[in-house]
C-alpha cells in the first residue's frame, strides 16, 4: 500500500464513517495498523490526521469553486440541534450541473454556539458563500424550512443583496418583469420534502 492510499483511508474513515480521532491513539488500534503506517511513511499523530482532513478539505473546495464557477445554482440551508451535546449547527448544500450531471455537495457545517438568530445565520450564510466565490447572480433559489429565523435569514441576504447591488432601475425592472412579481421574497411551497420546506427565490440574480 502506496502512503497515499493509507492517507485516502484515513480520511474517508473519518469523513465517510464518522471515526474520531481518538480511535487513532487508541492502544488496541495502535497495535494493530501502527507498524503497517510506519511502513508506508505515514504518522498516526492526531496533528498529522487533522493535517490530512484539512488539506483533503481545501482540496475539495478548490475543485467545487473551479467546477461551479459561472454557474447557476441552488442552495440548500438548515440548522439543527443536537439535543445530548447541546450544539447546534448551520449546514449549506449547493446543487450545481457539471458535464449533464446534477452534482450536490456539503459546503459548511458551522457550529453556530447555540444561536439560531437571524444575525447569526446571515453572516454565517454570507461567510461561506463569499469563502466559495459563489457570487449573488449565480444563486437561483435558497432552500430553507419554514424556521422563523431561517425565513428571515434568507430575507436578510437579499435585502444585502440590494443594498449592495449597483444595478440600475431599468435592469431591476427587467428582473421583476422575468421573476413574474415585483416581490421576490415571497415563499413559495416545496412538496419535494416530506417535512414542509419553503424555496425562496433569490435576490441574488
Known sequence: ???????????????????SLRFFSQPDVLAMIDEMARKVGVSLNRNNIKKLLLDEYESQKKQMKSKS????????????????????????N??????????????????TQAQHSRTVL???????????GLQKDQVLCIVTDNASSMVSMVKQL???SREESSTTEESAAEIQEQSGDSNS??????????ITRATIPSLFL
Open 69 to 92: 464557477s459561472n454557474k447557476f445554482v441552488n442552495l440548500k440551508m438548515d440548522a439543527c440541534t443536537r439535543e445530548h451535546h447541546h450544539v447546534s449547527y448551520f449546514a449549506i
Open 122 to 132: 446571515t453572516q454565517l450564510g454570507k461567510y461561506v458563500l463569499q469563502d466559495y
Open 94 to 111: 449547493v446543487r450545481y450541473a457539471d458535464e449533464g450531471k446534477n452534482c450536490t455537495k456539503i459546503v459548511a457545517i458551522r457550529d
Open 1 to 19: 500500500m502506496t502512503p497515499d492510499a493509507f492517507n485516502k483511508n484515513i480520511v474517508d474513515m473519518t469523513v465517510f464513517s464518522g471515526i
Open 185 to 194: 421574497n415571497q415563499l413559495v411551497k416545496c412538496d419535494d420534502f416530506t
Open 158 to 160: 437579499n435585502k444585502r
